[in-house]
């Protein structure tokens, strides 16, 4: 059974930093692209960041230049490091990993508040 298992979200001042990780366990296939969602109050989920199986990365316009992801193949773990963070990058942040389907973490808390 696939398992990805966040950490590192919590409160942090505007302006602050905070770093995201997220195994994946439980798998007999080679992960494929992985990455990071975020869902805030009222809100869609979007799109972050995305670290490809292929070495590339994309990130969503809006934290481009203050987020990057990064990924530990031998660890089968993906980060996020969120510098110069804003009220609104508040939200839920989910990790995911393509293993032949799409599979979810259980999402972890980020708050953005002063």
């Known amino acids: 059974q696939v398992q990805l298992v966040e950490s590192g979200g919590g409160l942090v001042q505007p302006g602050g930093s905070l770093r995201l990780s997220c195994a994946v366990s439980?798998?007999?296939?080679?992960?494929?692209?992985m990455g990071w969602y975020r869902q805030a109050p009222g809100k869609q989920r979007e799109l972050v960041a995305i670290?490809?199986?292929?070495?590339?990365?994309n990130y969503a316009d809006s934290v481009k230049g203050r987020f990057t992801i990064s990924r530990d193949n031998a660890k089968n773990t993906v980060y996020l490091q969120m510098n110069s963070l804003k009220h609104e990058d508040t939200a839920v942040y989910y990790c995911?990993?393509?293993?032949?389907?799409?599979?979810w973490g259980q999402g972890t808390q980020v708050t953005v508040s002063s």
């Open positions: 995911t990993a393509w293993i032949r389907t799409q599979y």
């Open positions: 439980g798998y007999s296939f080679s992960i494929g692209n």
């Open positions: 670290f490809t199986n292929g070495g590339s990365t």
